[in-house]
């Protein structure tokens, strides 16, 4: 991986690695005590206690973090976790990955989405096999919608549940 974290102006964005990932699921964070991490208001909340068999299985794919798996979204002030984001894999046979992001609702509708999923845009944009970033969202989360369009992701298609988003390089 080119880098193993990501800064923000307020954030830090730290890849799970599957210690952590499994540590966070069974409630234990000692792991994290000792990289000086806590958990948020709110962190783990149900979404991400969904997220993390995912992230786990797809850490069984490689040997080590590659970038394209989760990453946690770290408060640099706090050094609290307030939610994951990352992407669905590698970047297919077109260039593409999927983004996805979630806030624990304490951190919410205060620009945190936004500048956690920028990173990750402006990190997947500087490895040279991505040409496209897609996104989606459920109709009705008009929050996640907002926070795709501020970033200049244009609405490609939608069905009866979600809108379906890209991003070209």
Known sequence: MNEKRIQTNRL???PFTKTMATSILQGNDE???KMGLSFGDGFPDEDTLETIPKIVAALDLVD???GFESWMIIRKDTLSIIGDAGFKGRPNEAGEVDIGYGIVASARKKGY?????Q????WAF???EVNQITARCLL???DSAKVL????FKEVGRDDEMIYWALVK
Do not use: F, R, Y
């Open 113 to 117: 989405g936004i500048e956690a999923a």
């Open 149 to 152: 369009e501020k970033m200049d």
């Open 140 to 142: 009705a989360n008009i």
């Open 64 to 66: 080590e973090p590659t």
């Open 12 to 14: 830090l964005l730290l």
């Open 31 to 33: 792991e994290l005590v």
């Open 126 to 128: 500087s490895q040279p």
């Open 119 to 122: 990173g990750l845009v402006d």
